[in-house]
């Protein structure tokens, strides 16, 4: 009876935290028109709009798996897609949080299981992925309550390794994350190996998780088979290029073509080792409060559990710290803080054994700790929410101008920015060169052509060419073209040019009409 009388509360909080969570994303959300604040949901969008293009090359993408555009197809022929992904966001990260919980109240005592729930929800990576229409957030969910399920049933069956379905259900989970992003195949075949390492008597349980979750897997793979890829054969090269050497996403097709890993650590190692050693280090940071617990932990069951948060959260960092892919960490969040949140409860029991007799006075330092953790994050995560609600202001002001212009579709805008959208135009996304969809996204520049922009007489001819009246230019023009930037600053006028004004970072241009 007491164990329900305190269960039901910390739920209870736990539930009208996450509702509040949810809440406050739907609101925004409706606030700001759902605005989409990266372009990864666009190429998605476009991988979903050419899935049968009549070749089957359009089903595969080296950048995103197949499950998430396909859900954005068939969602596009019932409702608003936008809407639809933003809300759905939100429904995972519902999922996230609640998984995380739940793990909570398996791992640790107390209160303390409400407070990794509220630091993963404003960690501000997480936060920004969470309010942002994409494929990153399911991906998260399914993760996060495959690990929550089998570390679950661990603790509670430690002698027979629980039931098999739940396994089972586990792997089909870490397959549902691997089809909306490629590198949680990795993170599920790095958790069952570090679940194998800790408890080898489950071998058997854990190979069955391995196989459904390859299996739910088994359509990428038939995908991959059929355009002539690897089955694993993925665009992660350009991740590794891009923490050695950078990119400039505005000029992809200056990248060198097949970029294998192998060759490119080849090709400078001293520059990898270093590169890869800073990348593995700020993703090993997940791994701490596992090492830490695994080291203090007093009960069989706990170390055992920080031992397989700390070997995943390890090998997972090993793996991805080659990769400059600041997603990479969303996957080991969740985890970790559950067991930061055990090293809350641990330093407080320490305090109460070593200081008989002190009341709540053992909570003050590591309560202070978190409180100021989560004051940190919403300090990072308020600035965010005014970027969304800047930039659907000025997104709507760009919109307004050029449609006061003529303008009745993105495809008549030329870009230097990856991110505005025009939502009312039909075909709201405007031309832009670079992008990662021309490497990842089959028939991207058929669709979106790039323009010549290092003379400014091929780049007037080719608006011509491809009717577009009007140019929306930031400063990131300078990473795409000395004559692009020129115009931008002014130093560059041309009589086929006009200004017809600013809003926010971008300045707008008019490209005259030939007489």
């Not at 089903?59 to 992904?85: I, K, M, N, Q």
């Not at 969470?130 to 603790?155: E, P």
């Not at 002001?397 to 449609?403: K, S």
């Not at 959208?421 to 520049?445: E, H, K, Q």
């Amino acid at each position: 009876m007491i164990k329900m009388l305190t269960w039901y509360p910390r739920s209870f909080t736990a539930a009208a935290y996450i509702a509040l969570y949810v809440a406050f994303g739907v609101v925004l959300g409706i606030s700001t028109g759902f605005l989409v604040s990266t372009n990864d949901f666009w190429g998605n969008w476009y991988i979903a709009m050419h899935l049968f293009d009549h070749v089957p090359e359009s089903l595969y993408s080296g950048a995103f798996p197949a499950g998430y555009p396909f859900l954005l197809r068939a969602a596009a022929s019932l409702t608003d897609v936008v809407a639809f992904s933003y809300l759905l966001n939100c429904a995972c990260a519902a999922l996230v949080l609640a998984s995380t919980f739940w793990l909570c109240r398996r791992m640790m005592p107390g209160w303390w299981s409400v407070v990794p729930v509220i630091l993963v929800s404003l960690y501000p990576r997480m936060f920004h992925y969470v309010f942002t229409a994409g494929a990153d957030m399911g991906a998260v969910g399914f993760f996060t309550l495959g690990t929550a399920i089998i570390l679950g049933q661990l603790v509670a069956s430690r002698e027979t390794g629980g039931r098999t379905g739940v396994y089972v259900i586990g792997g089909v989970l870490f397959g549902l994350a691997a089809l909306w992003r490629y590198h949680a195949l990795v993170a599920g075949v790095l958790f069952l190996v570090a679940v194998f390492a800790f408890r080898p008597g489950h071998w058997l349980r854990i190979l069955i998780s391995g196989v459904a979750m390859l299996a739910v897997y088994a359509p990428q793979f038939a995908i991959n088979a059929a355009t002539g890829h690897g089955l694993l054969e993925t665009c992660h090269g350009i991740n590794v290029y891009n923490l050695m050497y950078g990119v400039n996403w505005h000029r992809v097709s200056e990248l060198p073509s097949g970029m294998s890993i192998p060759a490119l650590i080849a090709s400078h190692p001293l520059r990898f080792v270093v590169s890869y050693g800073g990348g593995a280090a700020r993703l090993g940071l997940a791994s701490i409060p596992g090492l830490v617990m695994l080291l203090r932990a007093r009960g069989e069951p706990a170390r055992m559990a920080s031992g397989i948060c700390f070997m995943f959260c390890a090998t997972y960092a090993l793996m991805f710290g080659m990769s400059a892919s600041p997603r990479a960490v969303l996957l080991v969040v969740p985890i970790s803080f559950v067991f930061a949140g055990m090293l809350a409860a641990e330093v407080t029991g320490i305090i109460r054994r070593r200081v008989p007799r002190s009341g709540n006075a053992p909570h003050i330092i590591p309560a202070v700790l978190l409180i100021a953790a989560a004051a940190m994050f919403a300090g990072r995560d308020v600035p965010k929410v005014k970027r969304i609600f800047e930039n659907r202001n000025v997104y709507r002001r760009v919109g307004e101008l050029v449609a006061l212009h003529g303008v009745r579709s993105g495809m008549q805008v030329f870009a230097t920015d990856f991110d505005i959208y025009f939502p009312a135009f039909d075909s709201p996304r405007p031309l832009y060169n670079g992008g990662w969809g021309r490497i990842a996204a089959y028939g991207y520049s058929r669709v979106y052509p790039e323009l010549a922009v290092d003379d400014i007489n091929d780049f007037i001819s080719d608006c011509y060419a491809l009717g577009i009246r009007m140019l929306v230019l930031t400063d990131e023009s300078r990473r795409l073209s000395p004559v692009l930037h020129a115009i931008y600053s002014g130093t560059l006028n041309d009589l086929r040019l006009r200004k017809i004004g600013r809003a926010g970072r971008f300045k707008v241009f008019a490209v005259r009409e030939i007489a």
